[in-house]
């Protein structure tokens, strides 16, 4: 899947999370909803797993059939360990694990031009998307 050139939506998550993932899950489907079909078309939501060891490719696409996220519009990743820890500082992510299961992280959404510059951050959940969904907006109609 081509992703260079779209405005991308990311957030990172793991699979078998029962409280902040979910919530983040529908923050994004509720962003994407609130965002023009015209600029969605010009959009991706990407998710990187947090728990790559867990998170097999087979499991991710579980994941997004169950969520009704199994089109072009949506991406789910994963990379090594290693990566995954880059990839999250980049971010501004933070995660640990806290039990064999279980990990505590930060809730956040960001948003990235075409040219993959980080344009916009929205941290905590269910809060207000009305400014993430005014960056897509812009940065998809620009």
């Known amino acids: 899947m081509q992703v260079k050139g779209d405005v991308i939506v990311m957030v990172m998550i793991y699979t078998s999370c029962k409280s902040a993932c979910p919530r983040l899950v529908a923050d994004i489907r509720r ?3 609130n965002v023009s079909d015209k600029a969605n078309k010009n ?3 990407v998710f990187v797993s947090i728990d790559p060891e867990v998170d097999t490719p087979e499991k991710l696409k579980n994941f997004a059939i169950e969520n009704k996220m199994d089109n072009d519009q949506w991406l789910f990743l994963r990379g090594s360990v290693e990566d995954t820890r880059e990839f999250s500082a980049v971010l501004a992510v933070s995660y640990k694990r806290i039990s064999p ?3 505590s992280h930060s809730n956040i959404i960001s948003v ?3 040219q993959g510059v980080l344009q916009h951050q ?5 809060i207000d998307d009305s400014e993430t969904v005014e960056a897509i907006e812009e940065l998809a109609n620009s």
């Open 31 to 33: 962003i994407h909803e």
């Open 43 to 45: 959009t991706k939501y």
């Open 101 to 103: 299961i279980d990990f």
């Open 122 to 126: 929205k941290e905590g959940l269910g």
């Open 112 to 114: 990235f031009d075409q």
